[in-house]
């Protein structure tokens, strides 16, 4: 391997610099992610110095089986979360890396490095708190791959929010389109990057509210179902505009970013008196309405909203996004990438960043109050 692989750039950045700083030789990375939907973890490999990304490779999603997905809602809001857990979760990353290298084998010798953000038990910032659990040591072991992991707490320990933490990869990846564009991410819970187009302003994200989480464990609820596959129960459903009116009074939504959420900031107490159908629909257009005021916190309106993670497959969100929203709605295969692995892929990219000693994370992503790095490296043995 090349001498260059753990050299430390000590320079800091404004803007979008970071594209071009160093002179690194790029590596293949792979990269896990557990979003808080907890419906499994997906892995995704790419070809990366840190700054750019030069190509992308194979992806594989394995899903959680019932008994795994249970005890992590159950312990989801817990500091204390039992060892047996920790090592089943790793035990379950552990399998999704062996899938990816048995379906692609080319690229078991080509992987120098592996991150793993683990799944997010507790979020809380404002208390410089974040956990996500996952043993970075236990991977690495059985993979025989060194891992970086604990992505999030170094920038939470400096006063950041410690989310979001693709933005950089979002900057790296969509660098050559027509800006301004915002990239959605409708995850567990939904978040934007705004990306100016001078290559001198900084990218702008945060949190914008609930993705998928509230939806899911509603649909869950109600009709045992983990999800409301195809948009089928929220598009039978009606929306009761005075709920979601009531919830777009929250403080968060005026709050200026940077500002980050927790799976549980909201509940499904405002819904409870609706129908399934009713509550869906309702949830759809929360998520929706909530997404659209975080371009109220941005410099420029975008020219396009690109969206990616597991909302983009639901097209009540779709349609209801490309209905309120003032600029053209797609999902982010019409520029060529794949919404299912972009939050695996970010954290292939930031786990190279983390060994070459780049930062993660930045002022206007996150809060933090100049630029940070994160990471635990653990070495395999």
Request: glycine share 10%; with cysteine.
């Amino acid at each position: 391997m090349e001498n260059d692989w753990h050299r430390v750039d000590p320079s800091l950045f404004n803007g979008r610099n970071f594209l071009t700083m160093g002179n690194y030789t790029p590596v293949w990375a792979l990269g896990l992610m557990s979003g808080t939907s907890m419906d499994g973890i997906d892995a995704a490999i790419v070809q990366t110095d840190g700054c750019k990304v030069v190509a992308t490779g194979p992806a594989v999603t394995l899903a959680y089986d019932n008994s795994l997905r249970n005890a992590i809602c159950d312990a989801t809001g817990k500091t204390n979360v039992k060892a047996p857990l920790i090592d089943e979760l790793t035990d379950a990353h552990v399998s999704v890396v062996n899938e990816i290298f048995a379906q692609h084998p080319e690229y078991r010798e080509k992987v120098k490095v592996i991150g793993l953000h683990g799944h997010t038990m507790l979020h809380a910032p404002q208390d410089r708190i974040t956990l996500q659990i996952g043993d970075g040591e236990r991977l690495a072991r059985a993979v025989g791959i060194d891992v970086v992991y604990d992505f999030r707490s170094a920038d939470v320990a400096r006063g950041g929010q410690g989310a979001p933490l693709a933005p950089l990869y979002h900057c790296a990846i969509f660098r050559d389109l027509n800006r301004p564009i915002a990239v959605i991410n409708i995850g567990g819970i939904s978040n934007i990057t705004w990306i100016g187009d001078d290559d001198g302003t900084s990218p702008i994200a945060f949190d914008t509210g609930p993705g998928n989480a509230l939806l899911d464990d509603w649909v869950q609820d109600k009709t045992g179902d983990l999800l409301d596959r195809d948009g089928q129960i929220s598009a039978s459903g009606l929306a009761d505009d005075t709920i979601v009116e009531k919830l777009m009074r929250h403080p968060y939504f005026d709050k200026s970013p940077p500002k980050s959420l927790d799976r549980h900031d909201f509940s499904l107490l405002p819904f409870q008196s609706l129908s399934p159908r009713d509550g869906a629909a309702t949830l759809v257009r929360f998520t929706c309405r909530s997404i659209l005021s975080g371009l109220d916190h941005v410099p420029q309106l975008p020219k396009r909203l690109l969206i990616t993670g597991g909302g983009r497959r639901n097209p009540t969100i779709m349609g209801n996004l490309s209905h309120i929203s003032a600029v053209p709605v797609d999902p982010v295969e019409t520029v060529g990438w794949n919404g299912d692995s972009m939050e695996a892929q970010a954290f292939a990219f930031l786990a190279v960043r983390s060994l070459r000693g780049l930062p993660l994370s930045i002022p206007s992503t996150t809060g933090v109050p100049s630029p940070t790095k994160g990471g635990i490296l653990s070495k395999a043995r």
